[in-house]
């Protein structure tokens, strides 16, 4: 089974920092997908970046961008010009792409706080 | 247009009692999904529906978790005899599609805390 790690629960930076979110994954499929999610206090969880794992492009969406090293099996996100409202819980997720279960695999997590 | 809603937002059951959770997904969203998350962790898959058809149980946790979306829209979660490990978020999700990088939409989740 997939597993994925954050392996910083919080982070703390200055407004308009850039900030690096490590994750990193176990996989032994050769293309499946990769998410980071944004969980902002008391709101509901939404996509930031997505990333297929045959394009070796990195995906970026304005101020978020990631590095993807497929054979370290990270993928890490970057956040520049950090604003505050990017205070959020960040998750790093896999999903197949192919048969058997299609629902994401998330890592626990890392709370970033962008302090003004 | 709508986004995905989930009912109630909060629940508090007594050790020992059933409850229902309620999903209504974006309309013509193909795909549903539970999950559960606990206080402090990433959420966890629990089962995932594509369109009335459940084709993948394999993340809840006991027989006592049961969920529906008999007519391919709105699905219910139903936990029985709820224990205090119950306690937990659970957020639903919906996706246009079944597969590949289409995004998944999460509802808000509903707090359930098990006394």
């Known amino acids: 089974a997939q597993t994925v790690t954050q392996s910083q629960p919080e982070m703390s930076v200055q407004e308009a920092e850039t900030v690096t979110l490590s994750c990193t994954y176990d996989?032994?499929?050769?293309?499946?997908?990769l998410f980071w999610y944004k969980q902002p206090p008391s709101r509901q969880m939404i996509l930031v970046i997505r990333?297929?794992?045959?394009?070796?492009q990195n995906a970026t969406e304005n101020r978020f961008s990631v590095n993807f090293q497929k054979a370290a099996k990270s993928f890490s996100l970057k956040i520049s010009d950090s604003q505050l409202g990017d205070t959020a819980m960040y998750f790093c997720a896999f999903r197949h792409s192919g048969g058997g279960a299609d629902g994401l695999t998330f890592g626990k997590g890392t709370h970033l706080i962008i302090q003004p | 247009g709508a986004g995905v809603s989930q009912s109630p937002r909060y629940k508090v059951a007594k050790r020992g009692q059933d409850v229902a959770l309620r999903c209504d997904p974006i309309s013509g969203h193909v795909s549903l999904f539970w999950y559960q998350q606990a206080l402090g962790q990433g959420p966890e898959f629990l089962t995932y529906f594509q369109n009335e058809a459940q084709l993948d149980k394999s993340g809840l946790p006991s027989d006592r978790f049961f969920a529906e979306r008999p007519e391919g829209s709105v699905s219910t979660l139903k936990i029985q005899r709820t224990q205090q490990e119950d306690s937990a978020v659970y957020l639903c999700a919906s996706s246009l599609v079944q597969k590949g990088m289409y995004e998944q939409y999460f509802g808000p989740g509903t707090r359930l805390t098990v006394t």
């Open positions: 990333q297929e794992a045959y394009k070796q």
């Open positions: 996989t032994s499929e050769s293309n499946y997908y």
